[in-house]
């Protein structure tokens, strides 16, 4: 045994095989992914698609708020990610930087995030609208109704298994229902398919801090449904 306790003759056989398949021009040998698609192709088709899109949004006037903004956010993360996070609009410190939920109640939902072994990288964030309404206000039906087709479209291309709605505003966009956040969160609901949980804005947490108990048990569930078999 030599090379770290691998046989010697399998050594050769590999280093042969490399270097017959080097020879024939052949470098990079594909593996198929779990639904038989490679998943560098998935992801590859997904990013693209997202920067069309983005492409699509740029100098965007489609409604009123692009007045007042300094960067359009159109969000961030992993195109390919399981887990989608689903906010309202951008506050001050996203339209500086142009990147959804680095604030304050960003960094509460970064620490939520890694409380359920996940890195930021591993998901996608993004916002019902994409520039910020003046003084931090609810976004209005006609803004909504002309940016959320977007934010849908995001969901589409990602198809993730799982979507988390942060807040009533992400929560009545993408299930068109009137009931209060407090009504639905913690259950799973469906949007096309996909499992949906409706939680409490971080920006809430923050503010009433007793809700982050319940909070909690919904990235409990959110854990449990990532984990879950296909
Ligand atoms: N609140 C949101 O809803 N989205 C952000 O990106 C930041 C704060």
Redesign the pocket.
């Known amino acids: 045994m030599s090379r770290k306790g691998i046989d010697p003759k399998i050594v050769e056989v590999l280093e042969w095989t490399c270097r017959f398949w080097q020879d024939a021009g052949i470098y990079h040998v594909p593996v198929a992914g779990k639904r038989g698609k490679q998943p560098d192709e998935d992801f590859r088709r997904k990013s693209k698609e997202l920067s069309d899109l983005e492409a699509e949004l740029k100098d965007c006037t489609r409604c009123r708020l692009c007045e007042g903004r300094t960067n359009l956010?159109f969000g961030d993360g992993n195109p390919a990610a399981e887990l989608v996070f689903v906010?309202?609009?951008?506050?001050h410190?996203?339209d500086m930087q142009g990147?959804?939920?680095?604030?304050q109640?960003?960094r509460l939902l970064t620490k939520m995030i890694r409380a359920i072994g996940l890195d930021r990288s591993q998901v996608y964030?993004c916002?019902?609208v994409k520039c910020r309404p003046p003084n931090?206000r609810t976004p209005q039906a006609d803004e909504i109704a002309a940016c959320s087709p977007f934010m849908f479209r995001q969901l589409e291309i990602i198809n993730p298994k799982v979507i988390c709605l942060?807040?009533a505003?992400?929560a009545s966009t993408v299930l068109r229902s009137s009931k209060s956040i407090s009504a639905i969160r913690g259950k799973t609901l469906k949007w096309r398919g996909i499992n949906v949980v409706p939680t409490y804005?971080?920006?809430y947490l923050l503010r009433n801090p007793r809700a982050k108990s319940k909070a909690w048990e919904d990235f409990k569930l959110l854990y449990s449904l990532l984990k879950a078999p296909n």
């Open positions: 956010v906010g309202e609009g951008p506050g410190d996203e990147k959804p939920f680095v604030g109640a960003g964030i916002n019902v931090n942060l807040g505003c992400a804005h971080p920006a």
